[in-house]
């Protein structure tokens, strides 16, 4: 899960481009059936609706990451025994390989177990965000309906001259 610059950047271009080909069309759409002074009031109640919309949306998909935090953590952790021959066999080479370098035995053996609750964090981090962008993708998918339903209804044109008084 180690993710650098390069990994986020063609990412972010493309995000940036989806953005305005996004928020272009939806304000168009909700600003092409008022008129004159509307407009303006118009525009300014999309941009709050947008920036409560994004709060609320925020909110809800950091609660829904921490639950998913929760669930795999605990998933992740009822599996993993002490006992196992696997457990034993990590916890004793990250212990060989800090011993190595100078390191106590105990201090050794403390700093294997939290080199795994590390891998074990990573790990999760990492589902808890496949789920997250799995259950996205199917709300956005869910969506498309209605955008085509809403795609038949632009057809009229604005009157320039008009909606700018």
């Not at 008129?35 to 994004?54: C, D, P, S, V």
Request: glycine share 10%.
């Amino acid at each position: 899960p180690d993710t650098g610059e390069g990994d986020f950047f063609w990412m972010l271009i493309v995000r940036g481009f989806a953005m305005g080909m996004l928020f272009i069309p939806v304000t168009t759409l909700a600003l092409s059936t008022l008129k004159g002074q509307e407009i303006g009031q118009g525009a300014a109640f999309t941009g709050m609706m947008r920036q409560l919309g994004g709060s609320f949306g925020i909110a809800i998909i950091t609660t829904f990451l921490s639950r998913q935090h929760m669930v795999h953590r605990s998933d992740l952790v009822s599996k993993l025994q002490v006992s196992d021959p696997a457990v034993q066999q990590r916890l004793h080479g990250i212990q060989h390989a800090l011993m190595s370098k100078g390191m106590p035995a105990d201090a050794a053996l403390k700093a294997s177990y939290a080199g795994l609750d590390g891998m074990i964090t990573k790990q999760v981090a990492v589902l808890s965000y496949m789920d997250v962008f799995m259950y996205l993708s199917i709300m956005f998918l869910l969506c498309v309906p209605f955008v085509i339903m809403v795609r038949g209804n632009i057809k009229k044109k604005v009157n320039l001259a008009e909606a700018m008084h």
